[in-house]
C-alpha cells in the first residue's frame, strides 16, 4: 500500500497562507472520506477538516471554518488544504487521513480513520 504524503508545510508569519497537499494514491477510491488532522506539542491530535470523496460534503473545526478550505482532486489523487490567515495558534505537525474505507458512509466519524501520513510541519509567528 502506497502512504498517503503530505507536502507544504513551512513557516510564515500570521496572517500569511499556505497550501498543504496530500497524495492519495490508492485511497480515494477506497475511502468515504479525507481528511487533515493536526497536533501541537503537548496536545492531543484534532480533526480540522474532512471531505467526502463521493458526495463532496465537506466539514470544519470552528477554529479553522472560514479560513482554510478543503478540496480534492480525484483524477490527480490530490487532496488539497488551503490555509488562509494564518495564527500562532495553528502551529503543528498536519496530517493527511483516510477514513471509512468501504464503506457508504458520507463523512466519518472519529474512529474511521484508517490510514494515515507521515505529517508536515506548519510553523506561523507572530
Known amino acids: 500500500q502506497v502512504p498517503l504524503v503530505e507536502s507544504g508545510g513551512g513557516s510564515v508569519q500570521a496572517g500569511g497562507s499556505l497550501r498543504l497537499s496530500c497524495h492519495a494514491s490508492?485511497?480515494?477510491?477506497?475511502?468515504?472520506?479525507m481528511g487533515w488532522f493536526r497536533q501541537a506539542p503537548g496536545k492531543e491530535r484534532e480533526e480540522v477538516a474532512q471531505?467526502?470523496?463521493?458526495?463532496?460534503?465537506?466539514y470544519y473545526a470552528d477554529s479553522v471554518k472560514g479560513r482554510f478550505t478543503i478540496s480534492q482532486d480525484k483524477a490527480k489523487n490530490m487532496v488539497y488544504f488551503d490555509m488562509d490567515s494564518l495564527k500562532p495558534e495553528d502551529t503543528a505537525m498536519y496530517y493527511c487521513?483516510?477514513?471509512?474505507?468501504?464503506?457508504?458512509?458520507?463523512?466519518?466519524?472519529?474512529?474511521?480513520?484508517?490510514?494515515w501520513g507521515q505529517g508536515t510541519q506548519v510553523t506561523v509567528s507572530s
Open positions: 487521513a483516510a477514513g471509512g474505507m468501504g464503506s457508504s458512509s458520507s463523512m466519518c466519524g472519529p474512529h474511521q480513520w484508517n490510514s
Open positions: 471531505i467526502s470523496t463521493r458526495q463532496w460534503f465537506t
Open positions: 490508492g485511497y480515494m477510491d477506497r475511502s468515504a472520506c
